[in-house]
């Protein structure tokens, strides 16, 4: 299998990073002091295809938002949602080759904290093909920020073994094709917050 794997450095003013740094900045704002939580390591569905389905709620965020679809409007509208998913389609496309639908896509928000102890991610080694959505995706991963110890992205064989290390770092965008088996290393010491963005692949 051909190895597709991207890595971009991204500035502020990029339609990505500006999108990514509202949706931090909107979860931030709903959760309060439980935004950052000390020595854990949190995924938090942003948006995703279920948001039309208005009885859905999110586990995450209900407390704050009853349904899913309000955090989905306040995005469209503050933070140009849509534009920016297919700003992301495009730059996907360009650097995979892979035709996307943004009919179906997954937004996740992941903050990991460690102040006393090394914290390892809630996800083993994976592929993100037929996971967070039903279906087969590329994927693009915006890193806001980390200032840790630790949280690469590691990329495997069949057999587990290491073929690619990515250093995470403010601005840095990822992209892979979904059946690329990966995981984030655990951090020590810090603050790692990225927004991963999965896209319907068409083949």
């Not at 959760?31 to 859905?56: A, C, F, H, Q, R």
């Not at 806001?144 to 587990?160: A, P, Q």
Request: a negative charge; charged letters at 25%; one cysteine or more.
């Amino acid at each position: 299998m051909t190895s597709l794997i991207a890595e971009l450095e991204l500035s502020n003013t990029d339609p990505v990073a500006l999108l990514s740094n509202s949706i931090a900045t909107h979860v931030e704002k709903l959760l309060g002091n439980k935004y950052i939580i000390p020595n854990t390591w949190n995924s938090i569905e942003i948006v995703s295809d279920s948001y039309l389905d208005s009885s859905y709620e999110s586990e995450t965020l209900k407390s704050k938002y009853k349904e899913k679809s309000l955090i989905h409007n306040e995005l469209v509208y503050y933070a140009g949602l849509d534009e920016s998913i297919n700003y992301i389609k495009t730059i996907l496309e360009e650097k995979l080759g892979y035709s996307l639908s943004t009919s179906k896509y997954l937004v996740e928000l992941h903050i990991a904290n460690s102040t006393d102890y090394k914290v390892e991610p809630p996800f083993e080694i994976h592929e993100d093909d037929f996971g967070g959505i039903d279906c087969k995706v590329c994927t693009g991963i915006f890193y806001i920020t980390n200032t840790c110890e630790g949280g690469d992205l590691n990329f495997y064989d069949i057999h587990d073994n290491i073929t690619k290390q990515i250093k995470t770092q403010a601005n840095k965008f990822v992209a892979f094709k979904g059946d690329e088996i990966h995981s984030a290393t655990g951090i020590f010491n810090g603050t790692r917050i990225a927004v991963s963005y999965q896209l319907e692949r068409i083949e």
